[in-house]
């Protein structure tokens, strides 16, 4: 009796076993549907609070009492894009030089002072904003944010530390040259921009940097950090009422600047007007590193869900995208390939990136453009769609799973001057794209007959596979 029952248990783990078996009728999960994307808001509201004060600063307050923890910041509506060429690097060297001294504390002092609290300073620059943050214990409220005082208002800007970070990025700058794929995107930048900011990387360009010293530092300092172009967020274990108290001790006291910045023009709307290919010649790599590139989109287009979403089944998506399936699982030509809208106050460029050897990079040049066409000739079925909402759900809950991460992009919609429910009604619009949308912006939004073309590799071997693709032309690193 006993091999019997054990005879059929085996037999039963057997059957549960077998791929595509399922018990009692029950599918596997592979094959079942994706569940329903839940709707509606993902803000707390009763722990969400605005505030602006006189001088024209923004407050954004989420309480979090979960955990002893409190993020402390100031976050700009203005970054590196302001700048002209001859300014290029000038925001990033700024916020660099910040933690690098302020008040009565020289780099050292403060330094060792955010290590005694157990907290942690950033401070970097985007396209678009900057921002200063600190995060630690809660008891540490009043220390934190007389922290963040003095490195928004009162940074050093000592000449002997402005020499030291001007010459660490421009010894990153000569590192970059050992980087294949810093090579590749800088030349991509100026293939697509020449002329304009955005030609120049955020980190800027050693002509330029080169020339930056503590003074002029200090005049963009003053530009960048003013009230009316500013915004504090306190994220964490703090009430309402003390955090603005708070804010209002630290900066309720800030002047208004006599000058602040402009956003930049805006690149140009067509770029580059016809195919272009470029190879970077690195003789020494068997590697060949592949970018390319056209205009996009802006952060603030309507277009930019079911672009997104159609990106996402192009090559945004992983494995579940046509670019991935065809150039490495059915190929074997690469290891990974993306794409992506790089989303700015002005459209950033449309991409796509991989690596692959070099004798194989006219035809995953060949397979990326035939994907880019196809994308625009025979848009995702029904059911790719339906994943794909599924899939962009998914990941934008995941990347809202913290109270800081709530923050964060809160601050983001300020901004770019988005919509404040834009994060609660996500779910509600990214339903609402539908098969001809994504068929839409694909013909819009997709050009493979003039895109640029950039390849780091040997021109040797590189120059006889593109010239097929157009004019190549070959440059040093």
């Known amino acids: 009796m006993r091999m019997r029952a054990r005879a059929a248990w085996l037999a039963c783990a057997v059957v549960v076993a077998l791929p595509g078996c399922a018990l009692f009728g029950t599918k596997p999960a592979w094959e079942t549907p994706p569940p329903p994307i839940a709707e509606g808001p993902v803000v707390p509201q009763q722990r969400l609070h605005r505030a602006t004060l006189d001088n024209g600063l923004a407050v954004l307050v989420l309480e979090d009492h979960a955990l002893p923890r409190l993020s402390v910041g100031i976050v700009t509506r203005r970054g590196g894009a302001s700048e002209t060429l001859g300014e290029a690097g000038v925001t990033s060297l700024v916020l660099d030089v910040m933690k690098r001294g302020a ?179 690195r003789p020494d790599l068997g590697q060949a590193q592949l970018l390319f590139a056209h205009e996009g989109l802006s952060r603030r287009d309507p277009a930019r869900i079911p672009a997104n979403l159609m990106n ?47 004798e194989q990079a006219g035809r995953v040049t060949e397979l990326v453009l035939a994907e880019l066409a196809r994308m625009k000739s025979e848009p995702p079925s029904e059911a790719d769609v339906r994943l794909a909402k599924s899939y962009s759900a998914g990941r934008f809950v995941l990347g809202l799973e913290t109270a800081n991460a709530i923050a964060g992009a809160l601050v983001d919609l300020d901004v770019y001057e ?9 779910r509600t619009r990214l339903q609402q794209v539908t ?37 190549v032309e070959v440059v040093a690193p």
């Open 103 to 281: 008040g009565e504390r020289d780099a050292l002092a403060l330094a060792r002072t955010v290590e005694e609290m157990g907290a942690s300073l950033s401070a970097g620059a985007e396209w678009d904003s900057a921002s200063v943050g600190l995060a630690g214990l809660s008891e540490d409220a009043g220390r934190l944010f007389a922290l963040l005082g003095d490195v928004v208002l009162r940074p050093r800007f000592e000449p002997g530390e402005v020499a030291r970070a001007r010459a660490e990025q421009l010894q990153s700058f000569v590192q970059e040259k050992d980087e294949p794929n810093a090579l590749a995107g800088r030349r991509l930048q100026l293939v697509l921009y020449g002329g304009h900011r955005y030609g120049v990387a955020l980190a800027g360009a050693p002509e330029s940097v080169e020339t930056l010293d503590a003074a002029d530092l200090r005049a963009w300092h003053a530009r960048l950090f003013t009230p009316a172009q500013s915004i504090a967020y306190v994220v964490g274990d703090l009430s309402f009422d003390e955090a603005i108290a708070r804010v209002r001790e630290q900066f309720g006291a800030w002047a208004p600047a006599a000058e602040g910045l402009e956003r930049g023009a805006p690149p140009p709307t067509s770029t580059p007007g016809a195919r272009r290919v470029v190879v970077v010649d």
């Open 312 to 358: 996402t089944l192009l090559g945004g998506g992983g494995f579940l995208s046509r670019l991935m399936s065809r150039v490495r699982a059915e190929e074997g030509l690469a290891y990974g390939i993306s794409s992506g809208f790089a989303l700015r106050w002005h459209p950033g460029p449309f991409f796509v990136g991989t690596s692959t050897r070099a």
């Open 418 to 426: 988005l919509p404040p429910d834009s994060l609660d009604t996500y």
């Open 435 to 471: 098969r001809d949308d994504l068929g839409e912006v694909a013909a819009r939004h997709l050009h493979p007959d003039r895109i640029a073309i950039v390849a780091v590799g040997p021109a040797a071997a590189l120059r006889p596979q593109l010239e097929r693709f157009g004019p």
